[in-house]
């Protein structure tokens, strides 16, 4: 004899109760699921390091800067880079800029990089968001990627440059956006 379950008058109110508690715990889960928060132009903020790469590796620019979370980027780099005859040669460079930042994390700089002859370039970059933690409760970039839109302004090659900005230390305070 085979054991076929029936329905009791007991079993809808059982099946009511458990999918009342299902639908309970499902929104419960909503509540204590954090909200991922988008990125303003606070999320920016800090003295960031930064390192980039000219082509295949032809130069390599070390630097700092500091963002202000309003959209402004001030800092300096050095650049090594070809020489003469199969030399190197290292050289300063000044660099100002202003940032945009999309709710996703995306954004662009647009630099003023003042050169070794202290003439000046534009160049933009577009960038990404790449790394983040909250500080004080605020969402900051910890880490930045980035690709030049244009060849290189430093080197004489036509080089994609590309740079990373890793956030050294957050800024004691960051705009707030409302």
Do not use: W
Request: charged fraction near 15%; include cysteine; hydrophobic fraction near 40%.
């Amino acid at each position: 004899m085979k054991f076929q379950p029936t329905l009791t008058s007991a079993s809808p109110l059982l099946l009511a109760s458990l999918l009342t508690m299902s639908i309970a715990a499902s929104a419960q889960h909503d509540r204590d699921t954090p909200h991922s928060p988008d990125f303003t132009l606070a999320s920016v903020c800090g003295d960031y390091g930064i390192v980039g790469v000219y082509g295949a590796n032809i130069a390599r620019a070390l630097g700092t800067a500091t963002m202000d979370g309003r959209g402004k980027l001030t800092g300096s780099a050095i650049v090594n880079q070809p020489g003469p005859n199969n030399t190197r040669t290292i050289v300063a460079i000044g660099l100002a800029a202003t940032y945009t930042l999309n709710a996703d994390g995306s954004g662009i700089m647009v630099f003023t990089v003042t050169l070794p002859n202290r003439s000046s370039a534009n160049v933009t970059e577009d960038f990404v968001i790449t790394k983040s933690k909250v500080v004080d409760g605020r969402l900051i970039a910890s880490e930045i990627q980035d690709a030049q839109e244009v060849p290189s302004a430093v080197i004489e090659d036509s080089s994609l440059v590309i740079h990373t900005y890793t956030l050294r230390r957050p800024a004691k305070a960051c705009a707030e956006e409302h």
